[in-house]
């Protein structure tokens, strides 16, 4: 908690995914050079963690084929978890050469959308990620696992819970430091959020919880409010919106840093990050990824970025106005 004046802000913990979740759905190349100048404008913004790349097949991947590039020549802000995307035991090694401060692992939780995504069964995924745990054991490299599908699967539907918890026992009897939940094709609805992380949070209270939402539905903000009710303070969340799944169906962006941002200060959190940094910074995505970015707040500006008189109505007698 940080004081202002007499009143306490709860500290939150902001994790950008953009240049991972978002670029990997981009079709158009982005520069090498261009990431990496982003990436140094996210690390000035105050975020506790940034997702940089991912350590894939560049066949099934090809938007994130420059990982190691990218991952070498950013520039490290200290305070900030540098942590990227691994699949498998090689991604793992690729990622350990670069020095990472945390890899982040990834499976789904409901069968179907773990072969389409992974082409694999959850089990081998379990056993193959277990093998990258090995990897990375006693590297000093943190481990985070997010759990795919944990609010919905779009083959599937509703996840059971205790489908959900089974997995976050299988990860932290590993040991892994961190599982985020991840809401892949934005079905997640408050109620269900604020039961999961009840849920999750009792059980698993020495793991570091992440929530991940999709604003697939219009529902990110919505259910944002409700993790924070269920006492969650790290969050995933993409600049301009940007993001998806490319093998789900439908997928459309993450929740968009910046109208999260907004709302959370608002609300009398601490984000740690500047909204005004990452506005500049999201104003640039369009230029760089050649199209419109589904962020509100770049289009309509913050709620007190007040407008001029409209030419018509200045001069107008306030007998007029009022009436
Ligand atoms: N880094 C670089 N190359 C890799 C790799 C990695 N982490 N993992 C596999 N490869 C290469 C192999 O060397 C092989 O190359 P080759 O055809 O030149 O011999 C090729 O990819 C296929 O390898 P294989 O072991 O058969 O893997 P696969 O084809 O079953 O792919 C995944 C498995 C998971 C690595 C791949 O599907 C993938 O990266 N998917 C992306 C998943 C993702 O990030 N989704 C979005 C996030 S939710
Ligand atoms: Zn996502």
């Excluded at 690729?94 to 082409?119: F, I, K, P």
């Excluded at 919905?152 to 059971?160: F, L, N, T, Y």
């Excluded at 205790?162 to 599982?179: I, K, N, P, S």
């Excluded at 604003?215 to 924070?228: E, F, K, Q, S, Y």
């Amino acid at each position: 908690m940080t004081t202002i004046g007499n009143r306490e802000k709860k500290r939150l913990y902001l994790n950008e995914v953009a240049t991972r979740d978002g670029f990997q759905n981009e079709a158009a190349f982005i520069d090498t050079d261009d990431k990496i100048a982003l990436i140094d404008r996210l690390s000035a913004c105050g975020y506790a963690k940034i997702e940089v790349t991912s350590f894939t097949s560049p066949k099934a991947i090809p938007a994130l084929r420059d990982a190691e590039a990218v991952m070498h020549d950013i520039a490290r802000a200290p305070g900030v978890v540098y942590t990227v995307l691994v699949p498998n035991v090689r991604g793992a090694e690729r990622a350990l050469s670069c020095n990472v401060d945390e890899v982040n692992l990834v499976m789904s939780v409901s069968e179907s959308h773990n072969r389409a995504n992974l082409r694999m069964t959850r089990e081998q995924s379990f056993a193959q990620l277990r093998d990258v745990i090995d990897t990375v054991r006693g590297t000093g490299v943190a481990i985070n696992v997010s759990l795919s599908t944990a609010m919905g699967c779009p083959m599937e539907g509703d996840v059971p819970l205790d489908t959900v918890l089974g997995w976050m026992e299988r990860f932290a009897a590993l040991g892994v430091q961190g599982v985020t939940l991840c809401d892949t094709t934005g079905m997640a609805h408050p109620a269900q959020v604020r039961e999961l992380c009840k849920r999750a949070s009792q059980a698993f209270g020495a793991l570091e919880l992440t929530l991940h939402f999709h604003n697939t539905r219009g529902m990110a903000l919505a259910n944002t409010l409700a993790a924070l009710e269920a006492g969650i303070v790290r969050f995933d969340a993409s600049l301009g919106g940007l993001g998806g799944c490319p093998y789900a169906p439908g997928a459309t962006g993450n929740v968009c840093t910046e109208e999260l941002v907004h709302m959370l200060e608002l609300d009398g959190y601490d984000t740690g990050v500047d909204l005004a940094a990452v506005l500049d910074a999201a104003a640039r995505l369009p230029g760089l990824i050649g199209h419109d970015v589904p962020s509100q707040i770049l289009k309509a500006g913050r709620r007190l970025d007040l407008h001029a008189m409209p030419a018509h109505a200045q001069g107008v007698p306030a007998e007029r106005t009022l009436s």
